[in-house]
């Protein structure tokens, strides 16, 4: 599904700034990775990179997603693609409501796939539901996307889209970051409730916490840049013991 190689990357308006140097990883159908390292290591660099966002520049190596070139892809082809980035500070988007963004993004994938769009009506129900399930309260759907959310409110408003925009690859940067016990139990039953054997994830975090309720198949720890280990789950309990301080040279 995901193939990086030799992945180098930098800072667009400075090429001196380097931040990525040599990322390798291969995510196939079905897999949950987990990738964990220090402050200023690249994680939410190459989270970044994956979307295609323009504050990063690729300087070398090749990012494939089902087998497609996407180095050059634009953000949006990249999510009709199939590919999806929960952000670690989600944006306010003042005037549009989470009916509203999430409709105009699921037509924009259908029509980019030419499919036929669902009806108002349908949308509505498939909406409702995972409102529902996701446990987002009615007073803030009837306000503009993100405004006046809370951390976790924000953090549970992107497991809705994760729900209704059904990605191959969900890519989720530090979605666990600032959230009690409550929103923590929310995010990682919307991760499990998506896992399937088409769908897969790539999940960065600083903590092994959030690992209590998803279970991944690989961890990897990124320093400097670079992948320097990678294992299964036991690797996160390691790390939530002994820190980085052993990976760092």
């Known amino acids: 599904m995901l193939e990086i190689k030799n992945l180098h990357s930098s800072v667009s308006d400075d090429s001196n700034i380097k931040i990525l140097n040599g990322v390798n990883l291969s995510i196939s159908p079905g897999e949950v990775?987990?990738?964990?390292?220090?402050?200023?290591?690249?994680?939410?660099?190459?989270?970044?990179?994956?979307?295609?966002r323009p504050d990063y520049e690729i300087t070398e190596g090749e990012i494939k997603f089902d087998?497609?070139?996407?180095?050059?892809?634009?953000?949006?082809?990249?999510?009709?693609?199939?590919?999806?980035?929960?952000?670690?500070?989600?944006?306010?988007?003042?005037?549009?409501?989470?009916?509203?963004?999430?409709?105009?993004?699921?037509?924009s994938k259908y029509e980019a796939l030419d499919q036929e769009k669902i009806s108002v009506r349908e949308f509505?129900?498939?909406?409702?539901?995972?409102v529902e399930e996701v446990g987002i309260k009615?007073?803030?759907?009837?306000r503009s996307l993100n405004e006046g959310f809370s951390g976790g409110e924000k953090?549970?408003?992107?497991?809705?889209?994760?729900?209704?925009?059904?990605?191959?690859?969900?890519?989720?940067?530090?979605t666990d970051s600032g959230l009690d016990i409550d929103a923590l139990k929310v995010v990682s039953e919307g991760i499990?409730?998506?896992?399937?054997?088409?769908?897969s994830f790539l999940i960065?975090?600083?903590?092994?916490?959030?690992?209590?309720?998803?279970?991944?198949d690989f961890v990897h720890v990124l320093i400097g840049g670079e992948i320097v280990k990678s294992?299964?789950?036991?690797?996160?309990?390691?790390?939530?013991?002994?820190?980085?301080k052993s990976y760092i040279t």
């Open 231 to 244: 294992g299964r789950s036991e690797l996160a309990l390691e790390i939530e013991n002994s820190g980085y």
């Open 33 to 52: 990775h987990v990738i964990m390292g220090p402050n200023g290591s690249g994680k939410s660099t190459l989270a970044n990179l994956l979307m295609g």
């Open 67 to 107: 087998n497609k070139l996407i180095n050059e892809l634009p953000t949006d082809k990249r999510s009709h693609l199939g590919m999806f980035l929960a952000f670690q500070y989600p944006v306010e988007v003042p005037g549009v409501r989470p009916w509203q963004f999430l409709k105009a993004s699921l037509d």
């Open 204 to 216: 960065v975090t600083h903590y092994q916490r959030l690992l209590n309720y998803v279970k991944p």
């Open 138 to 142: 009615s007073d803030l759907i009837k």
């Open 155 to 174: 953090k549970r408003n992107e497991i809705l889209q994760l729900k209704i925009l059904k990605p191959k690859l969900a890519i989720m940067d530090e």
């Open 124 to 130: 509505n129900k498939i909406f409702e539901k995972n």
């Open 192 to 199: 499990n409730s998506m896992r399937s054997e088409e769908r």
